[in-house]
């Protein structure tokens, strides 16, 4: 099983930015699919962003298009998600996933197996 680690969280003021990196020990990455969710309180875990590992493809939830942008550097073994214009709504635990075919949580057709431990983001003035 791949093991994930995010980081880049924190609190951060309406219109700000941060990177959320996703980490990956002992595994290659790239050789999997990675999804970004995200879990506010009081409502249901979300998808936010996929990046294929196939031909580098991506897919953006409709409440994060054109403010956060995913990306792999395959360096470092690290895929990131980099959110801009952060809203208060998007403040919720992020969780960066690896595809695992045969189990796991079905998003897009894709079952993400693999998690990490989350990261917290707070978007508050």
């Known amino acids: 099983q791949v093991q994930l680690v995010e980081s880049g969280g924190g609190l951060v003021q309406p219109g700000g930015s941060l990177r959320l990196s996703c980490a990956a020990s002992?595994?290659?990455?790239?050789?999997?699919?990675i999804g970004w969710f995200r879990h506010a309180p009081g409502k249901e875990r979300e998808g936010v962003s996929y990046?294929?590992?196939?031909?580098?493809?991506?897919y953006y939830a409709d409440s994060v298009k054109g403010r956060f942008t995913i990306s792999r550097d395959n360096a470092k073994n690290t895929v990131y998600l980099q959110m801009n214009s952060l809203k208060p709504e998007d403040t919720a635990v992020y969780y960066c996933a690896a595809e695992s075919p045969g189990y796991g949580s079905s998003w897009l057709g894709i079952n993400f197996g693999s998690w990490g431990q989350g990261t917290q983001v707070t978007v508050s003035s």
């Open positions: 990046i294929s590992n196939s031909d580098g493809s991506t």
């Open positions: 002992r595994f290659t990455l790239d050789y999997y699919a």
